[in-house]
């Protein structure tokens, strides 16, 4: 071998043999240089070829180790060892090859070369080898392994979940000692496994970075969803082996990968993807594969992806509610940027599939057509609201009417396909309901009825219907089911209390006196506190007179009159009464004449508050109507005279109510003035205030008493304890958010530069562009200085132009428009 | 087996209850089982609480305390002789005689209780209570609602669902609960409620009744001075309960007022026709609140099995009629309406150390929460719109999430406010606190912000809001009150109610501000605030560290005695650097030898 | 969230009585005073479930997203978590 070496060795002869080991170690070829170099020096030892003999051998040795050979490293190592270490460089190293190979315990005595700092880390060194690789620790180096041998105990204890056990190991290791990062590290594991976060990150958070325990917690914090600084590609590799030796495969590398796609919305790549993962994923749970399946296709169809959609539904297995990806495919219509793409294709198709989906029980296969037509329904809607509000300026009547047609067919098909679904039946009726169509509307609510027998909405909604058109014998019947399931509502209360008075109406009319008192009777007992109303007691003297029993409606009258301090509303009480139960147009007439009379007489604060409510709440006869306002219009005279009268609470509040419904805004705030005055305790009068300031919309109205007025109103309807106070309280709340909701800066948890979240409404995505208005983000006050400034410019008076304005835009329908329009 | 009080703090009485060898019983004391919820100054400036309170109250109303609970949560405070007290204050009063109660009797101190509350009580109500809890020197395991706990007591058929609707009516407090109870299940539908109604509220009117007609006839108004209107207030409260039963009762009371040196006497009869109008609109005000616990229960009164009445009020004739007719059923008052709360809390004292005593609990949060956002109010885009993300009537305890968007692109934070109530807009709602997500994403708008609310059972809310991009992520837990409390603020309470307790076992100790500390620490002198800090950081460390000497290994045992030694030492030469950095060694030394476990 | 069939453990068939009675003796298994965590998951579940139609609205017209990736990621990270590693490959992840 030697003679072989040498041969080729002098094929290089007219090489200088320095020169030729130099260049092999220059080329890395350590062997060859270690094996020229240990030939040379064994002919002519000494001088310069030493110095590359050792840099050879360490050369070689580090190759040795990187390639795992530590038995002929360790050779190797011993032969450096017996030649002696001169060289400072190879020196320096050599404390950590040996290290490696396992033979610190040979480190020549005289290495007193080493610092302090070099012996620590070779300590740390040693005790992480000691526990990665134990055989590589001489066997002299007791303390070191012993030491180590508790750390692999407690990591073996940890791996068959004996924590107490690792624990036990642990306590003997101490703070100083260097092996205390790995107490750490396996605490930190524990908690690893019991997936207590804040202790993993106690633990590992003191790891050393350097050192052997901080590189294997890297992997395990990324496995844990932890956030790990830097992440290369040997930590990727690292998670594939744990992931590959826990679950066989790595799953997970591919699953974060599709995510990472989705991220980006790089759909093409996703279903490519997909396609080299699918066996993957079936193969390793079934349950996976489903979930996977649903985030791709539902992100698809989001996206409105069709195309893609299309590609994926080849490669993938379909949901099981949509066995031929017709649903799929419809939402991706519904979400496509493109018009062509018409979902309503894909949705009849599914209705199809949804009539032979063998799974699906029969009930729960109609429901869910039936929901579908609802959609449908719910869709053909918003395209009318679309051309409704389209801005080009052509007449888009046809379409409209289309669309709602198509809606109504909808809604039909939604209620035959489930019968039984309430919602379906009233979303119809509210159709219906907007579309003017009550007769309809009252249809869709007794096909409710029939199905759903105690649907207090629709039993309420028919009873009102019927009650509207004068029919109070089906009111009767409604509202006696729905005072049933609600005994203790008021509205129904009144409700059915209205139903009995208009059925007291039929039979008084029809002659059928006894069942008519019967009726009179009934609604007494329902609201016992209204039967010696005005209003009841004139509709039993109506009833009295009709029936020809003249002796009883008289005593009927002088009880009536015994309540009142003068006879005005009475007679008014008796006149709306009469023509109800429609007696001879001659006796309307003499009450009718009788009221006239009363009503010149000096004001009084129960009479005008007796006939305001009368007026306000009776409830309106359909042919009763016409007179109804012919009378308001003579109230309204005689309280315009009521000036010097002293209030009572009650009758004050009927007035004002009464002013309200019939929108005399003017009179009233007169009222309301001497209501805060003479009642500041009541929250009502001053929520008026409010109304009427909101009233005069945004370039008019005052703010500050606007708030003062609703905030008063909103601390007095507070502590009281009458009920209609707080529907007043949430009036006067919504009042009060209108007001000041679009006012930055009020609220003093608004600050400037940290913009509040914004709740997204799906439905709010298309409309978001045109808040961009310009005064959307102003003040009213702004808006208002914005309005003088530009009208100082212009040289115009800005009240004029107020009043132009008004003239020439929208009625002065109410303040909502009004304030809308301008924001 | 550990024995935990339940304890009704009621408005006008409390009451305490345990529960011992699976029985509940109600701890009386001289005879009597509540304790009027009364505290006051007796004339040695001994404290008063209870009968004796309540006796005084008419002869020295200055410095008696009545009906606390109306006050708690609030800022407000009440001036007892020359003190002025926290209602949390009044009420660890109350309930640190009833924890002395159950320690005579039971020959043990108990230091764990279950407190009630009215179901619609709400964050600020519930912690006040809770701290009130705390200063008497309990730890308050729970706290549960009135008409909850009434529900436990009981008894439901084994093999049937019913349907109870609780009707709460007590001194303060209104409280209507729907409740389930199916196969050893209790389940809370809905609640509805008014912490601000109840029968003092009816004292009030019939008070305000005599008073009106008194002075109409003699032209002297009772309620100008305090101790004519106590002595008033104190017969009309007589005349009411006397109502519940009779059908008139006289009123009268001698030489109640003067006018021109002649002596007034007030002799008046007061009949149930005259004082059920009187009242009539508050208890229509409660029926409003039935029939909207029914609504939020999706049932209706034909679907409910029973109806049962707690507290004193709920005894008005007028009270049983009207729910009778409008719920169209008879009503029942087999249990107790006085004591049922307390037991039920005692029974849940007992289903929370384990035993098996009754049925398995689900009550519900009576008030929405949500977050402020921008939005769509009242047809206005507005800012303070209040986005529900635990609405009213979720079971606890409840966890709900609700993704929100920036409004703005580059939108660098983020303001998560918290606010409780059922109006769209918070700023008629309650704060309950908040917090700035900062450092979000440089994106445009629409950057996802996941906000997630954990309410646990005792009504405690932890928010915490993530953005979805980044992992960013911010948590706060809301302890309203506490934390506005906490710390210096408590202190000072509890010696105060240590002192006012000690007058009164001395019975002739002066209450007042300036009592001397008998125990105080032996070097009397005052540290400054910060060196105190690291003082009892300090010894609470190092007892830590004491307990974990004799497992520990030689080395850290040594290291650790060091640490100590020099911790010691710097305490004693006051050196704060030394002291601290001693602190952050032993604190790192005794983090490691600690088990994980 | 997890699958509300899975947490309450019944079928997609499940009727009503029977998915009441699942729920009550979940209830009465994990009473919250005792396990909050587990009671919420089996409240939030049923909540899902009770109203049938809402349940077949739900599933109708959502189209998941990307929630589920995280969901099926964040659930395989907790099963891969739970399973312990050999002493061995642990080891072996200190070079670098």
Sequence with gaps: ?823 | MEIILGIDLGTTNSVVSILRDGQVEVLAEDGQKILPSVVGLGPNKELLVGFPAQNQWTLAPDRTVRSIKRKMGSDETVRLGEQTYTPQEISAILLRTLKERAARQLGEEIRKAVITVPAFFNEQQREATREAGELAGLEVVRIINEPTAASLTYNPSPDRLERLLVYDLGGGTFDVSIVQIEQGVVEVLSSHGDTQLGGDDFDQLLLDHVCDRFQEEHGVDLRATLTSKSRVLKAVEEAKRQLSFEAFVAVELEFVAEKAGVPLHLKREISRPEYEPLIEPLINKTLVCVDEALSDAKLTAKQIDRVVLVGGASRTPLVHQLLQEQLGQPIHAEVDPDLCVSMGAAIQGGLIVGLDVGPVLVDITPHTLGVQCLGDLHGYRSSYCCAPVIERNTALPASRSEVFYTAQDGQKAAMVEVFQGEDRDVRHNEHVGGFHLEGLAETKQGNEILVRFDLDLDGILTVTATEKLTGLEKTLTIENAMSRFRGEHQEAARTRLEAAFAGDRQAAGPLSAEVPSAESSPTSEVLPPELAGAVGRANELMSKAEELLPGANEQDAGEMRDLIGRLRRAIETRAQAEMESALAELDELVFYMQDAV | MRDPYQVLDVSADVDDAALRRRYLELVRRYPPERCPQQFAEVREAYEQLRDPARRLERELFKAGGCEILDDVIAGMRSKLQERRIATETLLSLAER
């Design chain 1, 1 to 823: 071998m030697a003679s072989k070496s040498r041969k080729r060795a002098k094929g290089r002869t007219n090489h200088d043999p320095v020169e030729q080991v130099k260049r092999s170690l220059d080329r890395g070829d350590y062997k060859q240089a270690l094996k020229d170099a240990r030939v040379w020096y064994r002919q002519s030892p000494g001088g310069e070829l030493r110095c590359y003999l050792e840099h050879a051998y360490m050369g070689r040795l580090q190759q040795l180790i990187r390639n795992g050979l530590t038995d002929d490293a360790r050779r190797i190592a011993g032969e450096l060892l017996d030649l002696g270490v001169t060289e400072t460089a190879v020196e320096s190293i050599l404390p950590d090859v040996l290290l490696a190979v396992g033979m610190l315990d040979r480190l020549p005595q005289a290495q007193g070369r080493l610092t302090d700092e070099d012996h620590r880390r070779l300590a740390v060194k040693a005790a992480d080898q000691a526990v990665v690789r134990p055989g590589n620790t001489p066997a002299s180096m007791k303390e070191l392994r012993g030491e180590a041998k508790r750390i692999r105990a407690a990591l073996e204890a940890v791996e068959r979940g004996d924590e107490a056990g690792a624990s036990d190991q642990l306590k003997e290791i101490s703070r100083q000692s260097v092996f205390a990062d790995w107490k750490y590290f396996i605490r930190g594991l524990m908690a690893y496994y019991r997936k207590d976060r804040s202790e993993m990150e106690a633990n590992w958070g003191r790891l050393a970075p350097d050192r052997a325990a901080a590189s294997i917690a890297a992997p395990l914090k990324i496995m844990a969803g932890m956030p790990v600084p830097e992440q290369g590609v040997a930590l990727r590799a690292k998670i594939a082996r744990l992931e590959a030796q826990a679950a066989g495969q790595s799953v997970l590398s591919s699953l974060i990968r599709l995510r990472q796609l989705l991220a980006d919305h790089n759909w093409a790549q996703v279903v490519k993807t997909f396609r080299v993962v699918r066996q993957t994923l079936r193969d390793f749970d079934v349950d996976l594969y489903q979930k996977v399946i649903d985030c791709l296709w539902g992100s698809l169809a989001r996206e409105g992806c069709l195309d893609e959609l299309v590609r994926f539904s080849r490669i993938a297995d379909p949901p099981a509610l949509d066995p031929r990806w017709n649903r799929a495919q419809a939402i991706a219509c519904e979400n496509s940027e493109y018009y062509d793409d018409d979902p309503r294709v894909y949705w009849q198709q599914y209705l199809d599939d949804l009539e032979t989906l063998p799974w699906l029980p029969v009930s729960q296969r109609n429901l869910a057509r039936g929901l579908i037509w609802l959609h449908l329904a719910e869709d053909d809607l918003e395209e009318a609201v679309r051309f409704r509000g389209c801005p080009c300026g052509r007449d888009h009547s046809e379409e409209v009417e289309l669309a709602m047609r198509n809606a109504e067919f909808c809604f039909r098909a939604c209620m035959r396909a489930a019968p039984d679904y309430a919602p379906g039946y009233m979303l119809a009726a509210r159709f219906y309901r907007e579309e003017q169509r009550p007769r309809e509307a009252a249809e869709v609510y007794a096909g409710l009825l029939e199905r759903v027998p105690d649907h207090l909405d629709a039993l309420t909604e028919l009873a009102d219907h019927h009650v509207r058109r004068g029919s109070a014998r089906q009111a009767l019947q409604y509202a006696i089911r729905a005072r049933d399931l609600k005994p203790l509502d008021k509205a129904t209360g009144e409700l059915l209390w209205t139903s009995q008075l208009g059925m007291a109406e039929e039979l008084g009319r029809a002659g059928d006196y006894d069942q008519a008192r019967e009726a009179l009777a009934a609604a007494d007992s329902v609201l016992p506190m209204r039967a010696a109303d005005c209003d009841v007691m004139a509709r039993k003297a109506v009833l009295e007179i009709k029936a020809n029993n003249p002796a009883g409606a008289r005593s009927l009258v002088e009880q009536a009159l015994e309540r009142l301090e003068e006879p005005t509303v009475l007679w008014l009480a008796m006149t709306l009464a009469a023509s109800r139960y429609q007696l001879k147009l001659e006796e309307v007439w003499l009450y009718e004449e009788r009221w006239r009379e009363a009503l010149r007489r000096r004001c009084r604060s129960s009479t005008a508050g007796g006939m305001c409510r009368l007026i306000v709440e009776t409830p309106p006869a359909p042919q009763a109507d016409a007179e109804l306002s012919k009378y308001a219009r003579d109230l309204w005279g005689y309280v315009k005279r009521c000036s010097r009268v002293k209030w009572n609470l009650e009758d004050l509040r009927a007035v004002c109510e009464f002013l309200g419904a019939y929108d005399q805004w003017s009179l009233l705030m007169k009222f309301v003035k001497k209501g805060i005055r003479r009642f500041p305790e009541v929250g009502y009068f001053h929520h008026l205030v409010g109304v009427e300031e909101i009233r005069k919309g945004p370039l008019r109205f005052n703010r500050k008493r606007t708030i003062d007025a609703f905030q008063r109103a909103i601390l007095l309807a507070s502590a009281s304890s009458d009920p209609r106070d707080r529907r007043l309280l949430e009036e006067a709340r919504k009042g009060l958010s209108v007001v000041t909701g679009m006012l930055p800066g009020v609220h003093s948890r608004t600050s400037r530069n940290c913009d509040p979240v914004c709740h997204w409404d799906d439905d709010d995505d298309d409309e978001a562009p045109s808040d961009g208005v310009p005064f959307a983000d102003m003040t009213v006050e702004a808006i208002r200085e914005l309005f003088e400034q530009t009208c100082a410019r212009l040289g115009l008076d800005p009240e004029q132009v107020i009043d132009e304005l008004n003239k020439r835009g929208p009625a002065r329908t109410g303040a909502t428009a009004k304030t809308k329009g301008l924001v």
